[in-house]
């Protein structure tokens, strides 16, 4: 019964690293639900891959799979706009962290009066 623990584990450490389970930003259930839903869709897929391809390839991970899919699934290209763009985007959320993170550190200094 201790060993069922550790694919257990593994399969969240999987799902958290590789697939995204960690990455959500959204506001309500209904969105975190959905979410999660898609992340144990993508977790069932890739452990029927690596059940299909277990003969042929047995050290096959979650993370060799997602690199198999990054690479032969169409994409829409983006220009160097859209990229720049992004990165726009991501910075100025960063940056916003940062800002938000510093002020809610400062504490308001209390003057003591006798």
């Not at 959500?24 to 144990?40: D, F, P, Q, S, T």
């Amino acid at each position: 019964m201790q060993t069922q623990r550790f694919w257990i584990e593994r399969a969240f450490q999987d799902a958290k690293s590789e697939l995204g389970m960690a990455d959500y930003e959204v506001r309500g259930w209904k969105g975190w639900h959905h979410h999660m839903a898609l992340v144990c869709l993508a977790l069932v897929f890739t452990l029927k891959e690596r059940i299909a391809q277990a003969e042929s390839l047995p050290l096959l991970s979650v993370r060799d799979i997602v690199e198999l899919l990054e690479i032969y699934l169409p994409r829409r290209p983006q220009t160097p706009d859209e990229v720049l763009a992004a990165m726009g985007r991501r910075h100025q959320a960063r940056q916003k962290s940062i800002d938000f993170a510093q002020t809610k550190n400062k504490k308001p200094k209390t003057i003591l009066t006798k």
